[in-house]
């Protein structure tokens, strides 16, 4: 646990790399909306190199900007009760729904 | 800079009466008193009347040119550029009267009223604006004139009740009601929506979500549910999700023939369909055949599912394990028969639900012979089993899960015999025991659970007025059964319309029979519904969520209508239970501001103003 409070420590920032290289930088406490990000830094995973990086291999950059913006937009309403729906392209809806799935948000 | 709007490009008619007002000397007319009320004052329209005159002059010397903007005619046009040029000098002396003008408004008393008045007003924040504003405003044409229509500049005479359009002119009486129509429609969809969101709102915390950003995944299965009809297939998504994208679907009723096909996969073992009502007897017998590996079936509101299907079903090679089958009353017992002859081996699970007159105790017999595997019965919403098919159940020795809810009520001591048997049997197996409305069953049931079960995960004995509180008590008093994760004993109470406060017998779940089933079950109690259990006493309520008690398990609990809950005892549940997310407290009087935490949700505080959410740090406490 030591160490992953260090890690809180080190950056308020983390990055997600899609699996075709694209890197969104969002707030720590945006991403742990998502439990399995939320795991990836505390634990020592595969995907997470250096404390502050989530590699998805299975997300590409497209979803995974639709996934960033989904932690800003409930970051930002968290503690709003008559929140508007975030709007999905239904062409997403699929990819989006598996990558929801993978995240755990 | 363009000269603001030319008030008017036709001289002021000669003849009209230009202020009836002046003309009435009398000391108490209505229309003076009009006036007067509105702020009009003789003084004030002459001093207007005589700026627009000199502005009216002024565009007339322009000649016609200025006029363009409002009804350009092909004649004037060709005269435009040269009388731009003769007007530079005029333009500039135009320019300083009305600046002139303007300065008298802001030296006068009744601009420095109406600044007070706007003070908050951004919109008036700059003087020179709002004197300007004040200006053009006096320069607009007065009732009684004639003005081009902005809109569609069209004639017509201005009145009082003249509306001025987007730009600032004024509108015909056409054109302005049907910018009322616009702007009626707009405010009216305005409050149609808030009042949906409202709604919306209040009907997610009943279905226990709490209100805020929905998450990810439950945005994705909306969209994907509003934009069903474009989709060809589900591709590879897992079962969970695939479930729940169907039960969203016919949470939305979407779900018809065609929408079905996506949810068919072949080789995938489980067919659930959550609302079937618009599916066909064709439909169901497509599930067969294009998924013929279905092990799990499960249709709801399978009115369709008859004789036809089930002939269909018969003549497959279809094994299935599970059959869970809801409003299909067209399937008569011949049919049953045949089924549960020739499939009834492999069956595990058996749920039948509202089939009206048939599936009767001859079924059940025949469930007891020809499913040996049977680990799961249900039978629900019966009009047709009696005591004696009951009596059948006893003969299922491998039974699991046992849930019955019948409406031909089981008659005293016949019906405590029927379950002695049943207990006696599959007792000691059980692991969920379920029955519902038992109005005559008796404290010997209660006595033969505590005996004969010792497995139980989830027991539900509701709408019963026979058992006591000493029955109950002796029920989960020194109880060989592990700590209980489901319990639902709601309508258990005592009923006499003639005496209602009385209860002499302590019929009913009371103080005791509570304390002792929170004492055997409250460690890993998650769902607890006692609602309706109106003898439980508030004492007994304090002592089980006092200070020192935490429930660290509890999600759901419904204290609906006992009548002893108040503000406090809400609030001691609040600090017993830290992981609650839901609280019932319908037609409880005693509860009326309690402060709800954070993320916990409490439905039906008797007030019109719904649950108060206690601040925080961060945030403040609110109302939604």
Known sequence: ?105 | MNPPNPPNSMPPPAGPPQRPARQIRGPQSALTDFLASQGINANQIRQDADARRAAARASLQNGGGDGDDDAPSPEAESEVAPARKETKAQAAKRKKEEEKAIAKIKASKQFQRRRKQYGSDDDMSDEDEAARAIFEESMAPLPGQMENCELCEKRFSVTAYSRAGPDGGLLCPKCSKELGKEEGSAKKKRKIAAGRARRQLQSNLLDGIYPGAKDLMTLCIETLAKNVHNADSLGDLSDELVDKIAAILSKKRLMTPETLYLFLRPGSDTVTVYDAAKLTSDDFIRIFQIVPTVKHLRLRNAIQFKNKVMDHLLGTTVELETLSLHGSNLIDDGRWDQFLTEKGSHLRALKVYNTDGHFGDEQLEMVATHCPNLHRLKVCHNQKVTTKGVHHIAKMPNLTHLSLELYQQMPFLEGDLSLTDVLDSTGAGLRTLSLATIHNLTNNVLKDIHDNCQNLSKLRLTDNSTFTDDGFANLFTGWLNPPLIYIDLHKCRHIDAAEPRENPNRVGLGSAGFEALMAHSGLTLKHLNVHSCRHISREAFENVFAEDKTYLEMQEIDISFCQSVNDFVVGSIFRSCPNLKTLKVFGNFGVKEVKVPKGKILIGVPNALGMQIEGTEEDEGRVI
């Open chain 1, 1 to 105: 646990m030591a160490s992953s409070s260090q890690k809180q420590g080190s950056s308020k920032y983390v990055t997600l790399i899609s699996s075709d290289g694209f890197e969104f930088v969002v707030l720590r406490e945006a991403a742990c909306i998502s439990k399995a990000i939320k795991k990836m830094l505390a634990g020592s995973f595969l995907e997470t190199k250096r404390g502050d990086r989530c590699h998805f291999e299975e997300i590409n950059g497209i979803v995974l900007e639709k996934v960033a913006e989904y932690f800003c937009y409930n970051h930002k309403n968290r503690n709003r009760e008559d929140v508007p729906d975030m709007e999905i392209p239904p062409e997403l809806c699929l990819e989006l729904l598996m990558a929801a799935d993978y995240l755990d948000t």
